[in-house]
């Protein structure tokens, strides 16, 4: 016999496997337009008790996503959890050993990042002193390239001595051979800056990769976690610590919600269901509580 019926306090849920007496009342007899039948020898006087078990009317299966060991169990029979509550957590070597292995990657991506950027800030300055230098010695080398003009301007009209004029000239073309080594220095320099941001960017983009990459592995590794969909009562779990499961697994654990919507079972076939009638009024008596209410059989 099923019966629905209404608990005023949910916690009453856990007497989900609680025996149950149920007793069918007496009804009173309504006007009848055709003669009544005769009452079978077997049927019994007074009340009829019968014993049964108060369950759920909505219970949810949540299996795991993955297969794995069972490594932890965190809720009990009968407990209740709130959404999104951790309920177990499995292993999983594979899912472990990729996640360990995209921090790794990211580690070392994220180390030549962090060396990269050191040496751009370092490339920087010394591009900065060797363009400074360049730019003095551009400025010392126009300074004397004029004064040499001037004094071959002068030597050729006889109008300075030699020696004037080749100091001019000497000192002109050791300032144009320290100028070239100071600008071609500067330029090299400017280049190596040039080319470890190029490697950073490089860089940075596989540090995205990886990131994203342990993301999706870290991901993974959260569906061995295996977590409430709802809230509610914890009213079945078949899983033990060490024991394997899956997504196969669909009643690990069961979760019962609208916990003042129960039902009452009782098997068919036992002695006395013969004499229970759709719209019998039964009282309702919990061996914790007492008789609490009264339900109509529907079924």
Known sequence: MGGKWF??????????LAAIGVT???????????????????????????????????????SPMIEGTVGALFVEVGQEVFEGQLLARLNNEGLDSGQQAAKRELEQTQSRVNSLESEVIAARLEASRARADASRARGEFDRLERAHRRQQMLFNE????????????????????????????????????????????????????????LETETVKAGSAELLSP??????????????????????????????????????????????????????????????IGVLRADK
């Open 7 to 16: 608990l005023p306090s949910a916690s009453l849920v856990l007497l989900t």
């Open 24 to 62: 069918v009342l007496p009804r009173a007899t309504p006007k009848k337009t055709k003669p009544e039948e005769p009452v079978s020898p077997a049927s019994p006087v007074g009340d009829i008790n019968l014993s049964g078990k108060i369950r759920a009317q909505h219970v949810i299966g949540v």
């Open 158 to 213: 006889g109008a300075t001595p030699k020696l004037a004029y080749e100091k001019s000239s000497r000192e002109f073309q050791q300032a144009q051979s320290e100028f070239g080594t100071l600008e071609k220095l500067a330029a090299n320099a400017e280049a190596h800056v040039a080319e470890v941001i190029r490697n950073l960017d490089a860089e940075k983009r596989t540090l995205r990769e990886k990131t994203e990459g």
């Open 230 to 291: 709802t809230q509610g009562m914890v009213v079945a779990r078949k899983g033990e610590v060490g024991r394997t499961v899956g997504p196969d697994n669909a009643d690990f654990f069961q979760i019962a919600t609208q916990l003042s919507l129960l039902d009452v079972h009782r098997e068919r076939g036992r002695p006395g269901m013969r004499y229970i009638h759709l719209g019998h009024a039964a009282g309702i008596g919990v061996s914790e509580l007492g008789a």
